[in-house]
């Protein structure tokens, strides 16, 4: 079955993603795409309320809808 989770964000830094990515060996080219780490957009976030707002902000840019007015605008 295709995978129907669109978005998955993973805290903590760059190199636990890559951690995670080279434990799961082939399995890691079905999350191509999806999973972001760190999580959120760079807005210099600093508290909680700042780093949620950064990661709402990346699921926001990447959504479909937002995906697709992009590509339909280039």
Do not use: F, K, N
Not at 40 to 50: K, N, Q, R, V, W
């Amino acid at each position: 079955a295709a995978p129907t989770i669109p978005y998955i964000g993973l805290l903590g830094p760059q190199a636990r993603r890559e951690r995670l990515l080279q434990d799961l060996g082939a399995a890691a080219r079905t999350l191509q795409g999806r999973l972001h780490g760190p999580a959120g957009l760079d807005i210099g976030a600093d508290s909680p309320e700042t780093i949620a707002l950064s990661i709402l902000a990346q699921i926001q840019a990447v959504s479909p809808p937002a995906a697709e007015l992009r590509r339909t605008a280039s």
